[in-house]
């Protein structure tokens, strides 16, 4: 086989650690439910299509979600945010189980969101809900 170029190899490794960092400035996350409402509000009044996805927070002890199915989709997850290319802004709002868990009057559970459960991706124009997903396993 011929040897790789190692400039290729830095190049790749260079390109792939801009793309990590680009998704990471365009995913917002909030642990607060009055701060996600209020970047929702911004962003729904550009008239831009944008995401919403509600997910479980992480539990610091086993460096997961505590809620499986949000562990379980969060391959597909990634690959929404993926697909957007930096080109959709995302809006990412985290919840606790005990604020999350028999809580039927969470704000995300309301309009406009709409999450019955964690984890949902919605794809928004304004408030109105194009798309939503919440079968991501």
């Known amino acids: 086989p011929k040897p790789q170029n190692p400039m290729k190899q830095i190049l790749i490794k260079t390109n792939k650690n801009i793309l990590d960092i680009n998704f990471a400035k365009m995913v ?37 979600s505590w809620c499986p199915d949000c562990v379980e989709a969060k391959p597909s997850i990634q690959r929404i945010v993926d697909g957007c290319g930096g080109n959709r802004v995302i809006l990412k709002g985290i919840v606790t189980r005990d604020e999350w868990r028999g809580n039927e009057a969470h704000a995300y559970r309301q309009a406009p969101y709409g999450a019955q459960g964690v984890p949902t991706v919605v794809l928004f124009e304004g408030t109105n809900a194009l798309h939503k997903v919440d079968d991501l396993a």
Do not use: L
């Open 28 to 64: 917002t996350q909030f642990t607060d439910t009055s701060a996600f409402t209020t970047a929702f509000d911004e962003q729904a009044t550009t008239g831009n299509k944008f995401i919403a996805i509600f997910t479980g927070s992480i539990n610091e002890e086993t460096n997961e």
